[in-house]
């Protein structure tokens, strides 16, 4: 499967503990993006990577939530704490960075629960 | 006011109906408009992009009115498949690559 890809697909977890989730993008993206989707909503962006570097973030992503792509290809979402409001889908897209139109092909997304 | 609104439906039609669906936008200075489809507890993905002088592929055709700031999408001959909730999409200028989404609107077509 040469797709976006993400791991887990599930989680649940109790409120206060630490989460990490991992995305895998299609090889050759160089640009990588997480997003936040919760029941009934629209995915709302939260942090974006060309390469390595971190070059925009959401108003979204309080300090709790840190995301990293050490060798520009896959990329992990740290969330410390956990809240019941983190609770949402989190999906990560991945697009090739060039040309007039970037399309973004997002990954499976990864469900946390937080009890 | 939201950055991108639609009308969440559902909207409910048979087989072989036409349906409309509706979106507005709020900043004036975005330049790249989209229709992506989400299929329940599956990721978004690319539907059609949105010109300024309209496009159409298929059954589908998506409508740009930028001094209304104003998308639309038509489906004609719907069919079972197409049951969906479909999300109007805007790039943002000030992130230069985040999309923003509508909530999204639900269309369900029945036998």
């Known amino acids: 499967d040469t797709g976006v890809s993400q791991n887990p697909r599930h989680k649940i977890t109790k409120r206060g503990q630490n989460v990490t989730f991992r995305c895998d993008p299609i090889?050759?993206?160089?640009?990588l993006y997480w997003y936040r989707q919760t029941l009934g909503q629209g995915p709302e962006f939260l942090t974006y990577?060309?390469?390595?570097?971190?070059?925009?973030k959401s108003r979204l992503l309080s300090d709790r939530f840190s995301a990293e792509r050490p060798k520009g290809s896959f990329s992990t979402l740290e969330i410390q704490r956990t809240e019941q409001g983190d609770s949402a889908m989190y999906l990560c897209?991945?697009?090739f960075g060039q040309g007039e139109f970037d399309e973004q092909f997002f990954g499976p997304g990864t469900r946390l629960t937080v009890l | 006011r939201k950055e991108v609104e639609q009308d969440p439906g559902p909207f409910n039609v048979p087989e072989g109906a036409t349906v409309a669906f509706n979106c507005t936008y709020s900043?004036?200075?975005?330049?790249?408009f989209f229709w992506y489809r989400q299929d329940c507890r599956k990721e978004p993905k690319l539907l059609m992009s949105?010109?300024?002088s309209g496009n159409e592929d298929g059954r589908f055709t998506a409508q740009l009115n930028r001094a209304s700031q104003y998308i639309s999408l038509l489906i004609r001959d719907s069919k079972l498949s197409d049951s969906a909730t479909y999300l109007c999409?805007?790039?943002?200028?000030?992130?230069?690559?985040?999309?923003?989404f509508g909530k999204g609107t639900t269309l369900s077509v029945s036998s």
């Open positions: 897209a991945s697009s």
């Open positions: 090889s050759e993206h160089n640009r």
């Open positions: 990577f060309q390469n390595e570097a971190q070059l925009e």
């Open positions: 900043n004036s200075a975005s330049q790249s």
């Open positions: 949105v010109y300024s």
């Open positions: 999409v805007v790039l943002s200028n000030q992130a230069g690559t985040a999309l923003i």
